[in-house]
């Protein structure tokens, strides 16, 4: 068990190991973890959490998610308005295709004399 103390802060950790073979890795990995563990120190908070703060940060947070909203939005019209150009283009293309064949076959018939 390793404990690390601090002014405002008290930091408890237990490894648990089971010593079997066929849990050998994972009881060496532990072993390291708690190793590594007990080698951090704890130093001074580097920000002062308050409410303000968190608020503020919210705040920021719902700006962000609103304007995500938005280009959401209008990426969504602007894929639309694509596929409907898409659709309108296939149509065009499907229409002269048509044209092209009947004019072919009418050719031929003409060409074959009937």
């Avoid at 590594?36 to 503020?56: C, F, H, P, W, Y």
Wanted: hydrophobic share 30%; with cysteine; proline share 1%.
């Amino acid at each position: 068990m390793h404990c690390v103390h601090n002014m405002n802060l008290s930091l408890f950790s237990q490894v648990t190991i089971c010593p079997t073979e066929s849990t050998a890795d994972e009881a060496m990995s532990s072993l390291y973890f708690a190793q590594r563990l007990r080698s951090i120190e704890m130093g001074v908070a580097a920000k002062k959490i308050t409410v303000k703060n968190i608020q503020d940060d919210n705040k920021k947070l719902q700006q962000k998610i609103n304007g995500l909203l938005q280009w959401r939005k209008k990426t969504i019209t602007e894929l639309e308005e694509l596929r409907n150009a898409s659709k309108t283009k296939e149509k065009h293309t499907a229409r002269r295709e048509d044209q092209q064949e009947r004019m072919y076959k009418q050719r031929t018939l003409d060409l074959e004399g009937r």
